[in-house]
């Protein structure tokens, strides 16, 4: 990304973000959205504790708006509405920062991420100890656009699967999170080929998904929209 930018690192209890700016009004906006979209769903889910552990889509509710929202991703990838949390808070940041009157708006949350930019912003991606883990990446330039990846073997998020990724793009986070979801519980099984098009099948019957990249077993499946991928300097 080009141009001053404000980078701030926020962490709330289990929403670890990385929220970046041009405006230091946003940054606050988006740290104020996160609180309280967190504690909505704090006080939701202690009156409906299947909302927390399920593992199929429920009916969606009319409030809170982050409950709505994951409800509503879960439904569309047929996946429990906790797959679509972080995203569902990442886009509610977003847009309270667009609220706020800023041009570039990112939201990463445990490493799904939401973004709407008028300049282009390159993100990495994490698949645990792989050799490619943080050392490609996408450039994405076309927004609104949201990122999300899903592992069976590196993320601390559950999964069915064996994935080192299962990345999806989508407009939205919260469906971009819980489609990861799904297309990283069906990639398993010794033959690669197989099960990288099994999550791409799976990934592709999601309305709303617009691209999908999957790495397995040293093995690597595209399908859709894809953003220019890039390679990462490694961190020091």
Known sequence: ?????????????????????????????????????????????????????????IPVPEKPLVAKMMAEAAKKAD???????????????????????CTVAVVENGGEIMADSN???????????????KRF????TEFPLAVATSSGRFSHAFSFGD?????????????ADAAATAVGNVVKGDDAEAA???GITRGLSIEGVEGIFI?????VGTAGKIPQMIKVKPST
């Open 137 to 140: 990446g996408f450039r994405l």
């Open 215 to 219: 790495l397995y077993k040293g093995q």
């Open 1 to 57: 990304m080009t141009g001053i930018l404000i980078k701030e690192n926020f962490t709330l209890k289990e929403s670890q973000c990385t929220i970046i700016s041009d405006r230091p009004q946003a940054i606050e906006a988006a740290k104020e959205s996160i609180r309280r979209s967190r504690q909505e769903l704090e006080l939701y889910v202690r009156a409906t504790p299947k909302f927390l552990h399920t593992l199929t889509p």
């Open 79 to 101: 996946v429990g509405p906790m797959a679509a949390v972080a995203g569902a808070i990442a886009d509610l940041a977003v847009e309270a920062m667009k609220q706020a009157g």
């Open 196 to 198: 990288i098009q099994a």
């Open 163 to 175: 994935a080192e990724a299962a990345t999806v793009f989508c407009k939205n986070a919260a469906l």
């Open 119 to 133: 300049q282009p912003v390159d993100v990495a991606v994490a698949a645990g100890d792989e050799p490619l883990s």
